[in-house]
């Protein structure tokens, strides 16, 4: 059973930065594809970003030029810098990773801007 952990959430001013990080209880190598999603009130869950298996990344076009996803292999943890943040970047804020079949989730962390 994989388990991803958040933290980093918080408060902020819009153009202010956060950094989320997620750990995994195993390598983060073992997923196809790994990253963050959020939920703002009253929306459905979306897509941040993402690393793919080979490396590669993947954003929202929303936050493109803003969010950066890195990851620490030795740690087996994966970040999301989040720098001139805007209200409606206000969200619970979800890891997750696939591996063969199977999603796994992050129990979420919030993140909320101050305009």
């Known amino acids: 059973q994989v388990q991803l952990v958040e933290s980093g959430g918080g408060l902020v001013q819009a153009g202010g930065s956060l950094r989320l990080s997620c750990v995994a209880s195993?390598?983060?190598?073992?997923?196809?594809?790994m990253g963050w999603h959020r939920q703002a009130p009253g929306k459905q869950r979306e897509p941040v970003a993402a690393f793919i298996r080979s490396g590669t990344t993947d954003y929202e076009d929303s936050v493109k030029g803003r969010f950066t996803i890195s990851r620490d292999a030795a740690k087996n943890t994966v970040y999301l810098q989040m720098n001139s943040l805007k209200p409606e970047d206000t969200a619970v804020y979800y890891c997750?990773?696939?591996?063969?079949?199977?999603?796994?989730w992050g129990q979420g962390t919030q993140v909320t801007v101050s305009s």
């Open positions: 195993g390598s983060i190598f073992s997923f196809s594809r």
């Open positions: 997750f990773a696939n591996q063969k079949d199977q999603t796994y």
